[in-house]
């Protein structure tokens, strides 16, 4: 993995001070840099072989011919991502739960079904279902921070913090640390017609046909607007399309 780090400044430049979570009161240790090295930048990316982001899973699927007339398709994909960033060499508050492989990082389900179903008269009829799992919260370079709620803490909060803010995670990864799942059903109708040489197909099309209002991305800083959602999938959306063919 790349890995960025600041050679204007290193671990040893920086004083442990001690905060109290919002969410539970436990203490947490946040570190504050050096004034000499504020503002200092002098960044280098390099490749780490002590950061790691290992993938596991499996996979599966079939294909089915059930009649002259309808033929469906479908799999499963199981699998789960676990990273390790704590090959760090300039910011310590960098270090806070960087070691996934310490958390129970739950594996995640993807399911894809779908069939097309040959009607009389040209008509032609398909489907597709699919689930899919809810993204990982608080997604970041240096994670993905999976289940945190990020406490932005300033001068004000930590008396002696020498940067502006610090971000903190709050919650460790694992447990509840994703997005609801999506699942969406496309739909399509269509029909062909013939005329000497020329084909003309029409379709109409209904993405997300049950109305999912799942929620992309929400507000994960901690505060009043805590959990508020900032995006969700598109809405119902019908579309009828003709194609002419030569």
């Known amino acids: 993995m790349i890995r960025s780090t600041n050679l204007a400044a290193g671990l040893s430049d920086y004083t442990p001070l001690t ?16 004034p000499a090295k504020l503002g200092l930048v002098n960044i280098i990316d390099t490749t780490s072989a002590a950061n790691t982001q290992t993938y596991n899973g499996f996979e599966g699927s079939f294909d089915a011919r059930l009649s002259k007339k309808l033929t469906t398709f479908g799999g499963v994909t199981v699998g789960r991502t676990i990273a390790r960033t704590c090959d760090v060499l300039d910011d310590p508050n960098l270090l806070r739960f960087c070691d996934q ?9 993807q399911y894809k079904l779908s069939g097309v179903y040959q009607f009389p008269m040209g008509f032609q009829a398909s489907g597709v279902l699919a689930s899919y799992p809810g993204l990982p919260l608080n997604a970041s370079p240096n994670g993905p921070w999976l289940g945190t709620v990020n406490y932005l803490v300033n001068r004000t909060i930590a008396p002696g913090l020498t940067q502006t803010q610090v971000s903190v995670p709050l919650v460790a990864p694992g447990g509840s640390s994703y997005f609801k799942r999506l699942t969406q059903l496309d739909l399509r109708v269509g029909k062909s017609v013939r005329f000497a ?15 999912a209002s799942t929620v992309f991305n929400q507000i994960q800083t901690f505060g009043s607007a805590l959990g508020r959602p900032t995006d969700v999938v598109q809405g119902r959306l019908f579309r009828f399309g003709m194609q002419l063919q030569f």
């Open 197 to 211: 040489r020329v084909n003309l197909t029409g379709a109409l099309d209904a993405f997300n046909a049950l109305n």
């Open 19 to 34: 905060i109290t979570s919002p969410l539970n009161g436990d203490s947490i240790t946040i570190y504050s840099l050096s």
């Open 101 to 109: 492989t310490a958390f129970s990082i739950p594996f995640q389900a």
